[in-house]
């Protein structure tokens, strides 16, 4: 990725793909939306993060910073291979279109995995056989601990590693020794799925990138508490030692979402312990990334200046205060061994002088969404005209947005009127259509248009509501929504605005 050339491209998460079983997958839908993104001149899919989720299915509480999500392996592949019958799949309920029933899908989709598993450890070809073992082999630092991770907490009927007996809790030897051997099938069963989603992720990415598209991924600044990362390595965060809860937790003071801030309740890092190990954890983190995309988002890149730590004990975020981190002294060790990598940082918020610093120190394109622009006086930095620099990325809205069309109802009419003003509002085109053309032709180097925004749906696609823990992460796009007409003026207008790839 050449940060300095312009391009164009559209956020969509793949469980937002339209397809038969229930989510979004990594089957022919996935290739059919490339080909989209392709032939309307996008340069760039943007994802959220691709982990396994926990409560409530969000991208950001995965159980691991390494693992995909087998919920997004497509299951015709599977057929294809003989590990699962074409019948096992008619036998499917039939699921909404439009919406992702998280527990329906868990219920009907795991099972089939499961005996993928079983049967490919008896029926695989020797090539696919060693493709595995190739697979476990070069993925085996984060591999082992993930596997055990979810086998023990499986056994324990999904309870909390900080729950489980004290023995495996802190991984002492000879209790994990006797996990491995009591928990064999599953512990493969757990590798199988991780190996089979790279298989058709990194298929996927192939495809995308022969086809001039690059993915751009999101690396959440944070691990969930009840993780494969904190069981494994709870010397670098800040733990209690004798319950193993956060000590300290991460949030967000009071901002543009919440009056009180936001408690996230992931333990923050321990930046001595990861400063004396070299930044191990976190370098190894970045090169896994790069593995399943082409750019990275370091989402809330602030804490890597500085982080908002609240008590363990608080209910709200409030009680929290600034605590310095060691983000300088990773990226200048970060850029001594992997070169300038095609790091984006998430710098919305509250943004204070060493956070733009670390960021401009290491060339690092910043976000301008659309949607903040229009909420102060003529100064506001999200107004285009008031961009000083071009390296960074553009958005009407984000995942943690409203869309478009409903940011724009949920206004009053004297600010819906400033905002007509400033576009201009000649010729037919809906209001989302007259903010991407707003995104498009500034001089950011990249602009990126959530999809919802391109079909002009209002709140009821909306992705993400911050600080509700129900209801989220479900909307799904029909095949029939992505025509022609939004293919081309797309294509149209990327054209226009100097962002083709031609």
């Known amino acids: 990725m050449i940060f ?13 793909l339209p397809g038969r079983y229930g989510i979004g997958d990594l089957g022919e839908q996935a290739y059919r939306f490339v080909d989209f993104l392709a032939e309307s001149l996008q340069q760039i899919w943007q994802v959220l993060p691709l982990g396994p989720t926990g409560y409530g299915n969000s991208p950001y509480l995965s159980y691991s910073a390494f693992a995909g ?3 997004l392996i497509n299951l015709e592949w599977l057929v294809a291979e003989g590990l699962i019958g074409q019948d096992e799949l008619d036998a ?3 699921f909404d279109r439009d919406r992702v029933n998280y527990d329906l899908v868990i219920e009907t989709k795991l099972p089939l995995l499961k005996k993928a598993s079983q049967r490919f450890s008896t029926q695989a070809s020797p090539e696919r056989k ?6 476990c082999q070069n993925h085996a630092y984060w ?3 993930y596997s055990l991770f979810m086998a023990i907490k499986a056994a324990h009927n999904g309870a909390s590693w900080y729950e489980w007996d004290e023995a495996i809790a802190k991984r002492e030897p000879a209790a994990l020794t006797e996990w491995r051997s009591r928990l064999a099938e599953d512990i493969f069963y757990y590798k199988y799925v991780q190996s089979e ?10 495809y995308a990138n022969n086809k001039g598209i690059q993915i751009f991924g999101d690396l959440p600044i944070y691990v969930a508490h009840d993780s494969a990362d904190v069981w494994a390595h709870r010397d670098i965060f800040v733990l209690n030692i004798k319950t193993n809860k956060p000590a300290t937790m991460a949030g967000v003071p009071p901002d543009y979402f919440s009056a009180t801030g936001q408690l996230w309740g992931n333990p923050v890092y321990n930046w001595k312990q990861l400063e004396k190990n070299k930044f191990k954890w976190w370098i190894q983190r970045i090169e896994g990334m790069l593995d399943y995309v082409d750019i990275i988002r370091i989402d809330h890149f602030r804490g890597l200046a500085a982080f908002w730590g609240v008590p363990g004990h608080a209910k709200i975020a409030t009680k929290g205060q600034w605590v310095k981190a060691k983000g300088d002294e990773f990226f200048e060790l970060l850029t001594d061994q992997l070169g300038r990598l095609p790091i984006v940082a998430e710098d919305l918020g509250v943004i204070t002088p060493d956070v733009e610093a670390l960021r401009d120190k290491y060339g690092l394109p910043g976000m301008k969404v659309l949607h903040f622009a229009f909420d102060s006086d003529r100064q506001n930095p999200f107004l285009p005209y008031n961009y000083t ?7 009407t809205g984000t995942h943690d947005n409203s869309t478009t069309v409903g940011w724009y ?14 576009l201009g509002c000649i010729g037919e085109e809906g209001i989302n259509w007259r903010m991407i053309r707003l995104a498009l032709g500034s001089v950011a180097n990249h602009a990126i248009i959530p999809l919802q925004d391109l079909l002009g749906l209002g709140d009821e696609a909306k992705m993400n509501t911050p600080g509700t823990p129900a209801g989220n992460w479900t909307w799904r796009y029909v095949p029939e929504q992505l025509n022609w007409q939004v293919r081309h003026h797309l294509g149209h207008l990327t054209y226009v605005y100097g962002r083709s790839p031609y």
């Open 4 to 16: 300095s050339r312009r391009t164009s491209g559209v956020l969509l998460h793949p469980t937002c």
């Open 69 to 71: 999500n087998p919920l």
């Open 92 to 94: 499917l309920p039939d």
């Open 130 to 135: 060693q493709e595995f073992e190739t697979f």
């Open 143 to 145: 591999l082992d601990d």
């Open 197 to 206: 989603f790279f298989r058709q992720w990194s298929t996927l990415r192939s």
């Open 389 to 395: 620099d071009r390296n960074c990325f553009v958005y």
């Open 409 to 422: 109802n949920a206004r009053s009419p004297e600010d819906q009127q400033r905002v007509l003003d400033y």
